[in-house]
């Protein structure tokens, strides 16, 4: 009896990590376009849309003009005045309902889908 209760134990203990986070999956240059044009997302504090035209609006308290685009497998941006471009690696939750941006540095930013 001990044992199988361990055994119980056991199995929860190890599948732990998998219910504490969701699953993220890389996206592809295509997919991060389709994920993002014509999008609004979600961030704390602030909302950001992703025009298909390569303009995208980021507001937190206060509006923010800045220009989008992909290069191979990563979104790229630039925000004036600032000439220089800033791209990250994209992912997808499993669900389908946030993207999760992450830098050069690892630094990780979360959006969900506004719509």
Not at 95 to 112: P, Q
Request: with cysteine; charged share 15%; net charge negative.
């Amino acid at each position: 009896m001990r044992q199988g209760v361990a055994a119980i134990l056991a199995g929860f203990v190890l599948c732990a990590p998998c219910w504490g986070s969701p699953k993220w999956l890389p996206l592809t240059g295509a997919q991060a376009e389709m994920a993002l044009s014509d999008r609004g997302l979600i961030y704390e504090g602030a909302t950001q849309h992703f025009y298909p035209s390569g303009r995208t609006l980021y507001t937190s308290g206060h509006e923010t003009w800045g220009t989008w685009r992909i290069e191979g497998d990563a979104y790229c941006s630039q925000w004036p005045p600032a000439a220089g471009w800033a791209c990250y690696k994209i992912e997808r939750n499993a669900d389908s309902t946030a993207l999760k941006f992450i830098g050069d540095s690892g630094a990780e930013t979360i959006g969900r889908y506004a719509d």
